[in-house]
T-cell receptor
Framework: AQSVTQLGSHVSVSEGALVLLRCNYS??????LFWYVQYPNQGLQLLLK??????LVKGINGFEAEFKKSETSFHLTKPSAHMSDAAEYFC?????????????FGRGTSLIVHP | ETGVTQSPTHLIKTRGQQVTLRCSSQ?????VSWYQQALGQGPQFIFQ???????GRGNFPPRFSGLQFPNYSSELNVNALELDDSALYLC???????????FGDGTRLSIL
């Protein structure tokens, strides 16, 4: 069985500051890992994904995440926050080695950006 | 390229009623998944359809049922609605079972 823990239901940063959203996962096989963003009254949009290969993954809107197997983590970062980054962010894991590509989502982290 | 579209956008029902939600997948996508997202929670997997066959099911009772049509559009049916069924229902389509999912904007279902 797989699971995701997102540390912090809310993260508040100032515009221009570093964004760090934390995600730890549990998986019995090498996982696929995802970050999605959800703006109010909208569905989820894929920011980036890790399947195999390079552990540092670059996504859209300047976000990136690093897969650290030893720490079972996949934290999302962005060097400089913009007001438009304010949204809900979801980390997700799937177990392709176990035959399932269906992602399990975390509870989400709300990113608040102050001027 | 048309994305994933869901209808209706909002719906109000009363306990015990039945509801059908619809999803048109993105062009060329043969896999559709449905999720329930309660307020303040992440999406919870309901079930997935791949080429008109159910390909997996989450921990939801049988009163949640679905269908995928030859054009890969899909329906989610919920019978005997309960207050706890109030949520945002999201549909996602993908090119295959192992491909990233593209989400629609959801249907907001409120049960009175």
């Amino acid at each position: 069985a797989q699971s995701v823990t997102q540390l912090g239901s809310h993260v508040s940063v100032s515009e221009g500051a570093l964004v760090l959203l934390r995600c730890n996962y549990s998986s019995s096989v090498p996982p696929y890992l995802f970050w999605y963003v959800q703006y109010p009254n909208q569905g989820l949009q894929l920011l980036l994904k890790y399947t195999t290969g390079a552990t540092l993954v670059k996504g859209i809107n300047g976000f990136e995440a690093e897969f650290k197997k030893s720490e079972t983590s996949f934290h999302l970062t962005k060097p400089s926050a913009h007001m438009s980054d304010a949204a809900e962010y979801f980390c997700a894991v799937s177990d392709p080695g176990g035959g399932s590509y269906i992602p399990t989502f975390g509870r989400g982290t709300s990113l608040i950006v102050h001027p | 390229e048309t994305g994933v579209t869901q209808s209706p956008t909002h719906l109000i029902k009363t306990r015990g009623q039945q509801v059908t939600l619809r999803c048109s997948s993105q062009s060329g996508h043969n896999t559709v998944s449905w999720y329930q997202q309660a307020l303040g929670q992440g999406p919870q997997f309901i079930f997935q359809y791949y080429r008109e066959e159910e390909n997996g099911r989450g921990n939801f009772p049988p009163r949640f049922s679905g269908l995928q049509f030859p054009n890969y559009s899909s329906e989610l049916n919920v019978n005997a609605l309960e207050l706890d069924d109030s949520a945002l229902y999201l549909c996602a389509s993908s090119l295959g079972r192992d491909q990233p999912q593209h989400f629609g904007d959801g249907t907001r279902l409120s049960i009175l």
